[in-house]
């Protein structure tokens, strides 16, 4: 597609549930980023991938947080046992980064997520 | 740690007028500084992005600033619209690391 997507665009959930929140890039990009962003705020990093693997999960809140590329393109966020302060919109974004190290990085429309 | 202060958090201007947007951050080892959109509800629209090798880049009528000894970055918007409304972020990265760092946005509204 011409641009990242997100699915679902919005999920509501029940304390304690699990939920995967997935993320298209866009074709080519072999960087994908989580963020989270709360009512208000900026949003905050959670985890990147370089292709496959997650080479920077420092965002990551704790270990109930999780998430996957395993074929270097789609990404999913996985929460278990949410809880209401999980509540937020998750951001998904993709860069292609050159040769320069120009990382330009464009954003999907998000996952509002709603813990009840 | 780099952190990103955009100040003021709201900003309400009439329609035609120029105006600037500021945002500082504490890293000076600066990577790439990059303002966004954001419209109710959306997610983000990448506006321009400056690497640390430059000191402004300009897209219609947006021009962005960057001055690393300063720890500063400035959107100035021209002759703005009421389409300009919106929350703009700016977002830095710093040497060695890809995750941006944003500051909390300005919440923009340009008055007919």
């Known amino acids: 597609g011409a641009g990242v997507s997100q699915t679902p665009s919005n999920k509501v959930t029940e304390k304690g549930k699990y939920v995967e929140l997935r993320c298209d890039p866009i074709s080519g990009h072999t960087a994908l980023y989580w963020y989270r962003q709360s009512l208000g705020q900026g949003p905050e990093f959670l985890i990147y991938?370089?292709?496959?693997?997650?080479?920077?999960d420092s965002g990551l809140p704790n270990d109930r947080f999780f998430a996957v590329r395993p074929e270097g393109s789609v990404s999913t966020l996985k929460i278990q046992r949410t809880e209401r302060g999980d509540s937020a919109v998750y951001l998904c974004?993709?860069?292609?980064?050159?040769?320069?190290?120009?990382?330009?990085?464009?954003f999907g429309p998000g996952t509002r997520l709603t813990v009840l | 740690k780099q952190e990103v202060t955009q100040i003021p958090a709201a900003l309400s201007v009439p329609e035609g007028e120029n105006l600037v947007l500021n945002c500082s951050f504490t890293d000076s080892a600066i990577y790439n500084l990059q303002w966004f959109r954001q419209d109710p509800g959306k997610g983000l629209t990448s506006l321009l992005l400056i690497q640390s090798s430059q000191r402004e880049q300009t897209s219609g009528r947006l021009n962005a600033s960057l001055d690393k000894s300063s720890g500063r970055s400035t959107l100035y918007i021209a002759a703005s619209q009421p389409g300009d409304s919106a929350t703009y972020l700016c977002?830095?990265?710093?040497?060695?690391?890809?995750?941006?760092?944003f500051g909390q946005g300005t919440r923009l509204t340009i008055n007919p």
């Open positions: 991938f370089q292709g496959t693997g997650a080479a920077d």
């Open positions: 977002a830095a990265s710093i040497q060695g690391a890809q995750k941006l760092v």
């Open positions: 974004a993709s860069s292609l980064i050159g040769t320069s190290g120009v990382n330009e990085q464009f």
